[in-house]
């Protein structure tokens, strides 16, 4: 879900190696098994930054953190997600927050974001085309403190889909994987403030490349799409380089101009969460200057930490997804 503020399109990040470098220094440490969280037939899509998932999941988001540059300061914001299915494989609830930290000069300014919320309805899932076609409904509801939220309520009707090249002639494609969503939010009070939205992930999945296409290494484990041990190599092993496009664009009469960034980045999927980080290159916006920032985020997979949170009020408890 969405958690931009007007302080995001007046902002940029600062670019920060630092972090990359925890990053890296942290993956050697944990387990590497690759689960069915996200799976689709042999495919596993990555949870992306901004563009929503078009699977159903339960899954706990703390934090997606970035860190930004202000004209006049700083920014950072550390927003939680949490997705808990209703139905297995079809059908789930939203619920997002965001916390802002401002520093304005030598003063700091700090709030919540407008609390968002949203369904999401799977209507088509193939194994064998590697496809979801995920309609999707968010509210935002205007609960934020006045200094840093936008306090208005909206709704945002979307479709979410995710594709997979795993029928591609050319086998060292077929681990490319498509993920994105078009939307369209309105304010429903206040100025009707209307905007396309419109984001999209290219993938490369290094766990499919081993298991379906090379077949070969046997420092994997051809079967559970998994690779042995703990070293950069088995880590890289369960690696996902990816490159995501954000944008938005005002529409029926809505003043503004389109904001569109690119965030080109590396995931890591262990058993029980993924790690993301991607430095945000702003490509067109409000923004004071063109410098890069940071975006990173950590994604819990609830039902494989916790099997019991699986259990779902409608069909079948299910601990892993199964395709229909």
């Known amino acids: 879900m969405r958690a931009y503020t007007p302080v995001y399109f007046l902002a940029l990040m600062r670019h920060s190696s630092m972090q990359f470098l925890f990053i890296a220094a942290l993956l050697p440490c944990i387990a590497l098994d690759l689960w069915a969280h996200g799976n ?3 495919r596993k899509f990555i ?22 540059a202000m004209p006049d300061g700083s920014l950072r914001s550390y927003t939680a997600a949490f997705e808990k299915t209703l139905y297995p494989n079809r059908w789930s609830v939203v619920i997002e927050q965001s916390r802002v930290h401002r520093r304005v000069a030598r003063s700091m300014i700090g709030g919540f974001g407008d609390l968002e919320v949203g369904t999401k309805f799977a209507v088509y899932r193939s194994a064998e085309h590697e496809l979801v076609l995920t309609p999707a409904l968010f509210l935002t509801v205007p609960t934020g403190s006045q200094s840093v939220a936008e306090h208005r309520t909206k709704l945002h009707p979307a479709l979410v889909f995710a594709k997979g ?68 190599r088995a880590v890289l092993g369960n690696s996902y380089p990816f490159v995501e496009f954000n944008g938005s664009t005002p529409v029926a009469g809505t003043t503004g101009s389109s904001s569109t960034f690119l965030r080109p980045g590396f995931a890591y999927v262990g058993r029980y969460f993924q790690i993301s980080a991607a430095p945000d290159v702003p490509l067109r916006g409000y923004l004071p ?18 099997p019991a949170f699986g259990w779902t009020p409608f069909g079948k408890h299910h601990h892993h997804d199964v395709e229909h």
């Open 165 to 232: 090249f795993g029928d591609l002639k050319w086998a060292w494609l077929r681990p490319l994987g498509l993920q994105g969503d078009l939307g369209y939010e309105a304010a429903v009070r206040g100025e009707h403030e209307r905007q396309a939205t419109y984001d999209m992930v290219l993938e490369y999945s290094v766990p499919y490349l081993n298991s379906s296409t090379r077949n070969a290494d046997t420092r994997f484990d051809v079967k559970h799409d998994a690779p042995l041990g703990r070293s950069l």
């Open 289 to 306: 200057s063109r410098r890069i920032g940071t975006v990173v985020l950590i994604d819990l997979f609830l039902n494989e930490a916790v």
């Open 47 to 68: 949870e992306p930054l901004f563009t929503e998932d078009a699977n159903i999941k339960d899954e706990l988001i703390f934090p997606r953190a970035e860190f930004l």
């Open 40 to 42: 689709v037939g042999q």
